[in-house]
């Protein structure tokens, strides 16, 4: 089973319609980064259990049932009384979205440790505001850190909001800590720019390599997707899309890879090879198609991905 930790939250996305001095209505959909990619690795397929803590507001309410729709196993999910995260959403004329996000008191980053995970779980994934927000951000480095020493695969997408980290250097730091236990390391080519102080990403790829991880998946837009480890440089153009907006493409990589991953029993990335690297981030490139394709977090069913 895969287990996928951090927040779930409601992003508000532009309408149609315009309101008061022009403004334009906002659309609230489902998403999270953690949510969309346990989403995405379900939908796919997968075995997919959620952990984190969710609200019992009205938002909360629906976050848990579009997991239960999607055969997301939720007996993990907490819940409290606190109001669900918000995300204000801005697309540029590219479709490309921005956030603000509204994180104070909210129920999510008060997220309980539920110990070791059940033998049949054989990857960890985590990320996005999950890593940054305390106390949760402690719970699940501690996760991170005592499920990789028990050989579970851990796969981490910083996913990097900057507007919510108030001391990039230390949190640069911290990342830094956690690479000698994640195993798969996924993110954007801005998100590697930025944790490498304006680096080139796959120079700062090759260094987190040396770090401890043992692949780094670096997504690039419209551009594709590269996969750098110890032995293997692989890129894979993206998959042709009609573009609506960008919410949730990177999710569905991930949520994509880790099912990809899942079916082939693949408990080591170490045993992929060029050839099997292109056929994962191809399977990765397809489904990220089919999400951009829609308005907000919508990643694709299996069927469709015939």
């Known amino acids: ?13 532009p309408g149609d319609s315009k309101v008061d001095n022009g403004l334009t209505s906002l659309v609230p959909r489902l998403g999270g980064g953690p949510y969309n990619v346990a989403l995405a690795a379900a939908r796919l397929g997968a075995p997919t259990a959620f952990l984190s803590r969710v609200s019992s507001d009205r938002f909360g309410q629906a976050l848990r049932a579009r997991l239960t729709a999607s055969d997301v196993d939720i007996s993990m999910v907490q819940t409290g009384v606190e109001p669900t995260t918000l995300a204000v959403v801005a697309l540029d004329e590219r479709g490309a979205a921005s956030y603000t996000f509204y994180t104070e008191g909210t129920s999510d980053r008060l997220v309980a440790d539920p110990g070791p995970l059940p033998e049949a779980v054989t990857t960890l994934c985590l990320g996005t505001l999950g890593m940054v927000l305390e106390p949760g951000a402690t719970t699940y480095e501690t996760m991170l850190r005592r499920e990789a020493g028990r050989g579970v695969l851990t796969a981490l997408d910083p996913n990097i909001r900057a507007d ?40 700062a790829a090759k260094g987190w390599l040396d770090a401890g991880v043992d692949a780094v998946v670096l997504t690039r837009g419209a551009d594709g997707i590269a996969v750098h480890t110890a032995s293997e440089d692989v890129f894979v153009p993206s998959a042709p899309a009609q573009l609506v907006d960008t919410i949730g493409a990177g999710d569905t990589v991930q949520g994509a890879l880790l099912a990809w991953l899942h079916e082939r029993d693949v408990r080591a990335v170490t045993q992929l090879g060029a050839d099997d690297w292109r056929a994962a981030l191809g399977y990765a490139a397809k489904a990220a198609a089919i999400t951009v394709s829609r308005s907000g977090a919508e990643p694709p069913e299996a069927e469709e991905m015939v």
Request: a negative charge; glycine letters at 8%.
């Open 1 to 13: 089973m895969i287990v996928v930790g951090g927040e779930a939250l409601v992003d508000l996305v």
């Open 164 to 203: 919510l980290i108030a001391d990039p250097e230390a949190y640069r730091a911290r990342f830094q800590s956690w690479l000698p236990d994640v195993r798969l390391l996924k993110l954007s080519d801005d998100d590697a720019a930025w944790l490498a102080g304006g680096a080139d990403p796959a120079t």
